[in-house]
C-alpha cells in the first residue's frame, strides 16, 4: 500500500509563487514516474508536469517556463514549484505515482487558488 500527502496549497495573488509537496510512503519499489495533476470545476484532470525515475521531465504546454517539478530520492518527495502563477492555475492539484507493476496511486488534493 501506498499513500501520497501532499501539502502547500493555498490562496496565492497573480503573479505570485507556491510550492506543493508530496511525500510518499508504504511499498514503493519500483517508481515509474512522480507527478502532478489538476482539476478546475467543471473540468476533467489534466498533466500539470511528470518526472521520470530517469529524471526526465514533462510538462504541459500551459505551465512551461512556469512550472518546475522536482524530486527527491532520499525523501521519496516531489516538489512542484509554481511561479508566475494566474488565474486559470486555480484548481485542486493532485499527486500520482507510477509504478513499473502497473500501479498508480494518488494524493488527497491539494486547493491552489489564483486570485486577487
Known amino acids: 500500500q501506498v499513500q501520497l500527502v501532499e501539502s502547500g496549497g493555498g490562496l496565492v495573488q497573480p503573479g505570485g509563487s507556491l510550492r506543493l509537496s508530496c511525500a510518499a510512503s508504504?511499498?514503493?519499489?519500483?517508481?515509474?514516474?512522480m507527478g502532478w495533476y489538476r482539476q478546475a470545476p467543471g473540468k476533467e484532470r489534466e498533466l500539470v508536469a511528470y518526472?521520470?525515475?530517469?529524471?526526465?521531465?514533462n510538462y504541459a504546454d500551459s505551465v512551461k517556463g512556469r512550472f518546475t517539478i522536482s524530486r527527491d530520492n532520499v525523501k521519496n518527495t516531489v516538489y512542484l514549484q509554481m511561479n508566475s502563477l494566474k488565474p486559470e492555475d486555480t484548481a485542486v492539484y493532485y499527486c500520482?505515482?507510477?509504478?513499473?507493476?502497473?500501479?498508480?496511486?494518488w494524493g488527497q488534493g491539494t486547493q491552489v487558488t489564483v486570485s486577487s
Open positions: 500520482n505515482i507510477k509504478d513499473t507493476w502497473g500501479g498508480d496511486y
Open positions: 508504504g511499498s514503493i519499489f519500483s517508481i515509474k514516474t
Open positions: 518526472r521520470t525515475s530517469g529524471s526526465s521531465t
